[in-house]
């Protein structure tokens, strides 16, 4: 059930965005079709082109902003401005205002199709496309600006680890490792050499007294109840497989925490959750404990 429901649980509309979207769109139709007209508003609302045409031009901006707004997303995710600007405004240049420019071509090329006329015939690239043109820069700028800020909802309130590196970085600079480790996951099982000496840590007294496994200064450690702190030689993934898998769990890429901790777990969005640890774990500071991450949030459901 869990995996038919996944593709639906991906799907998140913002409605205020949408609500943006199509206002934005409806704006831009009435200007490009009032733009250059010598009648007024009033006086062209009562003509029966006006109608027809709005719809028509109303739909191809809508397009036109959603397709800007998903080239730009996509873009921002793997050449942000910051890091490789000159390969970014080529590629935005390309995609997001010749390729859009030219869906605005086909689009006004099949409204005026359907209405029994040539493109070439009308003013459509002498009258018409200068505001279509304006309109995709102004998208071009406003969603780069929009997407290079934003990150996915699931993940705005991801910490900093103690490194200095936060999950969302991590999780964006290696996505298409994860896709397809979880793919070969899925296909074979995959065999994890476990260190001697990270077993030698882990003894049966130690995973007794443990409490969570964190990384502090690109190294992991073990926090036990009397307060020592065990440095955990092996990655994360080895720690998880050394340790009792229904006593432990990773809920994000810097903790493995333990089930006596967890008071109680409710979920803050379709992918991620919060943790309540008991009482007499409330001091510790570490805040990586009370966050399941979106990556980590299906193995962390199973096993709660």
Known sequence: MNSFLLPFRAIRINLLH???????AAVAAHTIVLFGEPET??????????????????LIAFGLVGVVDRITAKLAKVYPWQKCWPVRLVLQMLFGLVLVCALAIAGAWCYFYANGVHIKTTAYFS????????????????YSGYNGM????????ELLSEDGVSDVSRELMDIDFVEQHD????????????????????SAEVVAQLHYVFVESRCN????????KLLCPG????????????????????????????????????RR???TLHQRYEAIGYQHLKTVSQRFAPSFRSWW
């Open 41 to 58: 508003f009033s006086e062209l609302w009562q003509q029966d082109l006006y109608q027809p045409a709005f719809v028509a031009s109303w």
């Open 183 to 202: 793919r070969a996951i899925e296909v074979e099982p995959v065999t994890v050499r476990l260190d001697d000496a990270l077993l030698r840590v882990l």
């Open 273 to 275: 959750y919060a943790l």
């Open 127 to 142: 009258l018409d496309f200068l505001p279509i043109l304006l309109f995709v820069l102004f998208l071009n700028a406003g």
């Open 221 to 228: 450690w073990a926090m036990l109840n009397d307060g020592r």
């Open 235 to 270: 990655s994360m993934e080895q720690i998880m497989i050394a340790l009792p898998a229904d006593l432990f769990c990773q809920i994000n890429q810097s903790c493995i925490i333990a089930r006596k901790m967890i008071e109680k777990a409710e979920p803050i969005s379709s």
């Open 150 to 157: 934003r990150l996915p909802e699931e993940d705005q309130d």
């Open 18 to 24: 949408l609500f943006f979207q199509v206002l934005l």
